[in-house]
């Protein structure tokens, strides 16, 4: 596909481990300091390197030749900074935290990214050191839940209580792999889905191994047992599919073929797994529709969009309390929000749609500019202007459609989303430099 594949070591490692690393594999200074990720630290050191590279003469500018998408980061960026200062005053460790994870996870993200992506080669390098490492995450945690433990936990270097969800249902553990949930590594595999799929299709004799990748995403969306997420994989898949002309659409009969006979030898050796992706596929089935059918074992959250449909009550309760800027990082945590949920106001511990914990956090002032930044992305996911026949305007498009989709149900993988972000940025400065 491309001829000069080196990125160089840096920019590679960053690509293959920076959004799968756990955030619980970190440095822990006190209680109190924000813990220093291994995922900061590979950051850091791309950062470095770029700057050392260039001798200090570095560009502040995020993109090269198009004011639009700078204005918009600005009045993103500029809300969500203001409303974590306003709250310094009152719940201060959780807003430095929320500070910190904005100007390293956020705005450092996206500007290293258009700072060292800056030929089409590398972008695709990039993306294509994704998808192995996704495949790679894929067969760590399938090989966890065959032999019974999660293999991210033995990367767990601090003491305090971090995100590690170890959930079962129908008497399989959910895959989560370093994503501490499995409806965060539901949403990761519906995601670099479509990015292997880019791949498969423009890679002649060598789509083999992306077609592997594509598989392992699957089975491992699947083990995960994220419903919202697999919802959302359905339905983008299905798009790309009705796009595709026939040409295009031959290319995955071989593909089809291939994973009817791996789920086939897959059933030989595990009877058992037949039966439990036909109750995940049930469970879906049950919970949008008006049939009262159960399954045996299934775990907590059964009705899984009862809960989530009373979780839109917490809009309510943020106007009611404070709608303007919301009601700050962590309000869960903090016992200040609550749901309306068989009949009363319950103090809730959990976000389970993006949009909502979106809302409650930042108000109205803080939607607005997730508006925006929003709306931009749209804009240079399917805009004219940032077109080219090379198919990854369209593959981005499909990410973040899958992305928005499963926000409906998750609250989010923020080192994916900015990642993503970053590198949409890059192309649209890419082809904005080859149209000059």
Known sequence: MIKNKKIGIFLFLFFVCYIVLPSYFAIEISASFPLITMSRVLLVILCLSYIYKCRGRIKLSIANKNAGINRKLIIYFAIVIGISIYFLTTIFNAALDQLMSIFIEEVLVIWIISCTVTTKEKLIRC??????????????SITGLLVGENPFYYLNTVSREMLMANFSRM????????????????????????????????????????????????????????RGTLVAFILVVCIMLFQKKRNQLKKYQIFIISAAMVFAIAVIFVPELSNYI????????????????????????????TSRMAQLSGITWTFKQSPIVGLGPDAMKR????????GNWQVTNTYDIGYVKIFCEYGILGSIGFL?????????????????????????KFCFLAYFISMLSVTGVDKLFWVLVGLLISYVNICLSEKA
């Open 335 to 342: 016992g200040v929000l609550s749901y309306y949920w068989l």
């Open 278 to 305: 036909s109750d995940v596929f049930k469970s879906l089935v049950y919970i949008i529709s008006p049939s009262t059918g159960t399954i045996d074992n299934y775990g907590t959250n059964a009705d899984g969009l």
């Open 171 to 226: 008497g399989l553990m959910r895959l989560e792999a370093g994503f501490g949930h499995a409806v965060y590594y539901g949403l990761y595999c519906t995601v670099m889905i479509p990015i292997a799929m880019y791949f498969y299709e423009n890679s002649g004799r060598n789509r083999f191994r992306y077609m592997v990748c594509i598989i392992l995403n699957i089975i491992a969306l699947v083990l995960s047992n994220s």
């Open 127 to 140: 993306l294509e050191v994704m998808v192995y490492a996704s495949g790679v995450v894929a067969i760590v």
């Open 372 to 396: 925006v930044l929003y709306s931009m992305i749209l804009k240079l996911c399917i805009g004219k202007k940032y077109k080219n026949n090379d198919g990854i305007a369209e593959m981005f």
